[in-house]
């Protein structure tokens, strides 16, 4: 039934519209904007300056910011092969944020399993509330 067109015109591929020539985007294929806001958000040109910010100010002792980076641009995360540019700056967000809840997690579970027993006597230099106590900052002793 597909017969060309005698004047050199490709038959229709949109079954939905017979009239028109576009073809339809199944709706799995990769997102169109690299940012959770959609048509809102950002374009991909001022999303690759914003995931750069975010990736290198991440260094500066504000790991929020990468993970800001990772939920902001999470179709970028998510689909690597749409915009490569951006997934580059997230993914590196992405390992440092872990790296980083890691690091403070392990630091903060060392105190409060290990405590006294784990540093003997020099818990008591450790521990703030005792710092406070030897400065004189509290009011209480």
């Known amino acids: 039934m597909e017969a060309s067109l005698g004047n050199g015109e490709m038959p229709n591929q949109n079954p939905i519209n017979p009239r028109s020539n576009v073809t339809l985007v199944p709706s799995s294929s990769?997102?169109?904007w690299p940012t959770i806001d959609g048509p809102l958000g950002l374009s991909e040109?001022?999303?690759?300056?914003y995931a750069r910010r975010f990736y290198k100010f991440g260094f500066a002792l504000l790991p929020w910011l990468w993970a800001l980076n990772c939920f902001y641009f999470w179709p970028?995360?998510?689909h690597s092969r749409?915009?490569?540019r951006i997934h580059h700056y997230v993914l590196r967000?992405?390992?440092g944020l872990t790296v980083f809840t890691v690091?403070?997690?392990s630091w903060a579970?060392?105190?409060v399993i290990g405590g006294e027993r784990l540093f003997g006597h020099v818990w008591d230099q450790l521990v703030m509330y005792n710092l406070a106590d030897r400065l004189g900052l509290t009011g209480w002793s």
């Open 103 to 105: 690091l403070l997690a």
């Open 30 to 32: 990769s997102p169109v």
């Open 76 to 78: 970028a995360l998510r």
């Open 93 to 95: 967000s992405a390992v």
């Open 109 to 111: 579970f060392t105190f």
């Open 45 to 49: 040109e001022d999303s690759v300056s």
């Open 82 to 84: 749409s915009f490569p």
